[in-house]
């Protein structure tokens, strides 16, 4: 797993974040309860919301973590907004040649779950990482990982912009 500070020029950051409360109010959002594979949701009681984010954003994206990821057919991004409760189980992202997260929250605290957990390669080791204003998490390598689920007490939902390279 690759981690990536600052990954974003603070312009695409501000306009991510934009865009992502301009999607609040239109309905255009999926859900993880009806899209995502039973085993993502193993354990798993609440819902997390996904919607494209819009080709002129992923394209800035894509420029901007180029150096980082894979060449790729098709580069995906989508707004991810982790609700009271949502989280993902173990998993690979076996279906994809990398995936990425990228954090849009201003700040995180850790007391509200929603941790990035992932199993490193070599030393079998868990690591756990929690949520950093525009850092950027990157599996090149299908390592297993998971997200704890978000709090009930969580002050705000956890905002994120996850990448898949096919």
């Not at 950051?13 to 899209?35: D, P």
């Not at 850092?135 to 956890?158: G, I, K, Q, S, W």
Request: with cysteine; glycine share 6%; proline share 2%.
């Amino acid at each position: 797993m690759q981690i990536i500070k600052n990954a974003l020029s603070d312009e695409l950051y501000s306009a991510l974040v934009g865009e992502l409360k301009e999607n609040f109010i239109q309905q255009k959002w999926s859900s993880s309860t009806i899209i995502w594979q039973d085993f993502l949701k193993r354990g798993i009681i609440g819902t997390t919301l996904t919607t494209k984010v819009s080709q002129i954003l992923s394209n800035q994206i894509i420029r901007e973590i180029e150096e980082y990821i894979p060449k790729c057919d098709k580069i995906l991004c989508q707004f991810y907004v982790w609700q009271h409760n949502s989280g993902i189980s173990r998993h690979d992202d076996g279906n994809h040649d990398f995936g990425a997260t990228i954090y849009l929250n201003e700040y995180w605290d850790m007391n509200d779950g929603g941790l990035f957990i992932w199993e490193d390669l070599e030393t079998k080791e868990l690591k756990v990482l929690s949520p950093e204003k525009n850092m950027m998490v990157l599996n090149l390598n299908r390592e297993y990982h998971l997200v704890t689920p978000v709090l009930p007490c969580a002050e705000d939902f956890r905002y994120t912009v996850q990448i898949w390279g096919n």
